[in-house]
């Protein structure tokens, strides 16, 4: 009997939906009013997607922390004679815990075809950041070449690649705290309208045309404002202009 696999993003939809009734039945339980509790339950519908694009931004952080460590172990694994095929092979077992799956796989395409343009796209996939395109594509001219100076040019990639996380992560904390304050900015009116809900003349100021225009102009408000935050705190990657390797 074959079983029907679910996507991520098929999940994500079903939980929203789940995340929807219940923050409606929650809110109407507590406000009384099933049209004030709706912008509510808009907002608990989004919470799956908003936790799994954050789960999706810390894997890929935490992934690409580990090239200064992966670099210090392929410079270490060449300079002691070891192949570049070899030196791959390692990483799946004295490299970083996280990434020893990534390379566990490259050990088996290198065993199974020695393809290493086939190795080298599976990286930049399964890290899916520019640093890994700088460092694959590195590794890919230097076994082309022959070239002997690959531990120079690797070490000076890795202190490359430091300076940057460096940056970028002081660049980050700031942010962080610029879209907090805005997230808690875009939240107090609507925490402010849950408390006066308390009170029946806010639930009827609500109910009239008035207040049902009032109540969605600040949901698109609020929508808008969110959306604009996420794209000024967002801090660009550079492109990936070395995604695709030639065969």
Request: charge should be positive; charged fraction near 20%.
């Amino acid at each position: 009997m074959s079983s029907v696999k679910i996507s991520g993003k098929q999940k994500d939809i079903f939980q929203a939906f789940l995340f929807f009734f219940a923050g409606l039945l929650i809110a109407q339980t507590i406000i009384g009013s099933a049209l004030i509790a709706f912008p509510f339950a808009l907002a608990a519908a989004y919470l799956p997607f908003y936790f799994t694009q954050r789960k999706r931004e810390r894997d890929q952080l935490a992934l690409a922390l580990l090239w200064p460590e992966i670099v210090d172990h392929l410079i270490s694994g060449l300079r002691s004679g070891l192949s570049l095929a070899e030196t791959l092979i390692q990483l799946s077992i004295r490299g970083p815990q996280r990434s020893r799956s990534i390379f566990a796989d490259c050990e088996s395409m290198l065993r199974a075809q020695g393809d290493f343009p086939q190795v080298f796209a599976h990286i930049k996939e399964a890290f899916g950041d520019h640093i890994a395109d700088q460092v694959c594509e590195v590794l890919d001219f230097a076994r082309q070449s022959g070239s002997r100076d690959i531990t120079v040019i690797l070490r000076t990639l890795g202190d490359h690649i430091r300076s940057d996380i460096a940056i970028k992560s002081e660049i980050r904390a700031k942010h962080g705290w610029i879209k907090n304050s805005a997230v808690i900015a875009t939240l107090a009116p609507w925490i402010l309208l849950l408390i006066l809900s308390a009170q029946p003349t806010t639930i009827r100021a609500f109910s009239t045309g008035t207040g049902l225009g009032v109540l969605i102009l600040g949901i698109l408000m609020s929508i808008t404002a969110f959306l604009w935050m996420g794209k000024v705190g967002r801090i660009e990657e550079p492109p990936r202009i070395f995604m695709r390797v030639s065969k």
